[in-house]
């Protein structure tokens, strides 16, 4: 409850979602089932700014606005879902796809109202009264950040995935599972649109693709289902944060 100022540092944040979901459920054979989902959504995170005051920092402390200027993250997603399985006497083999394609609209504009660094307290109260002179201990130091649509970036991402997993249980009179998988991830993001020819490319997000390998087992040791030892082995892998690509895009000096 407490008053959105550079002092509390409060932000005001809203957040505004809605999804559409279209799910279908399929049994196409005695052996086969299949399950299928659209999802459209919209997301909004909208900041309200908290005053037009500079970041103050002195010896480490900040206050102000450094990162409380007005700010927001906008999302649209598309996403398509589907995962299919058989199943014939010991075998059992599942496969599936998970495409979605994000638009993203971000607004950081760090600095944007300004920041004033003191090395000491006391080029602080200097500052503040007036009387910095020569013989003032410490440094000033002030940055200021300009930007030609308020730190503003849209950025496109697709992530795209398939993955195909067997398992086998007819093993030791049926008390050894084996399964194995592998996960195909893809991830593609669009480029900068106001690139930095300075930075050679490194305000941009390069695509990148992964593959990991799922291996499990499940031993049934007294046979009656009451003890069993489970292990395996899974490599596991994240797409890259979409913030993390915006601020790279944001804070190259041309947005």
Not at 109 to 135: D, L, P, Q, R
Not at 167 to 180: A, C, E, I, P, Q
Not at 221 to 241: A, E, H, I, Q
């Amino acid at each position: 409850n407490s008053v959105n100022t550079p002092e509390s540092n409060e932000l005001l944040n809203t957040t505004n979602a809605i999804s559409w979901v279209l799910e279908h459920s399929a049994v196409w054979t005695p052996e086969i089932v299949s399950e299928t989902r659209l999802q459209v959504s919209n997301e909004r995170r909208p900041f309200a700014g908290n005053g037009q005051s500079p970041a103050i920092t002195i010896n480490g402390f900040v206050a102000g606005t450094k990162t409380s200027t007005p700010r927001q993250m906008n999302e649209i997603m598309t996403e398509l879902i589907n995962n299919t399985t058989w199943v014939r006497g010991d075998w059992t083999l599942k496969g599936g796809l998970d495409f979605q394609n994000i638009g993203i609209d971000n607004q950081f504009f760090n600095n944007g109202n300004g920041a004033i660094a003191f090395s000491t307290y006391g080029m602080a109260a200097a500052w503040a009264t007036g009387t910095i002179g020569a013989t003032t201990p410490g440094t000033l130091r002030y940055n200021g950040a300009w930007s030609i649509n308020g730190g503003r970036v849209h950025i496109d991402t697709k992530l795209n995935s398939i993955y195909g997993q067997g398992s086998y249980n007819g093993l030791l009179d049926k008390r050894l599972t084996l399964t194995g998988g592998l996960r195909f991830n893809q991830q593609k993001i669009s480029g900068n649109p106001r690139p930095n020819a300075n930075l050679a490319g490194l305000d941009s997000a390069p695509d990148s693709s992964t593959v990991d390998p799922r291996f499990a087992f499940a031993l049934d040791l007294d046979g009656k289902g009451k003890t069993v030892l489970r292990g395996g082995y899974g490599w596991f892998s994240t797409p890259t944060p979409m913030l993390l690509v915006a601020n790279t895009m944001t804070g190259n000096g041309n947005t």
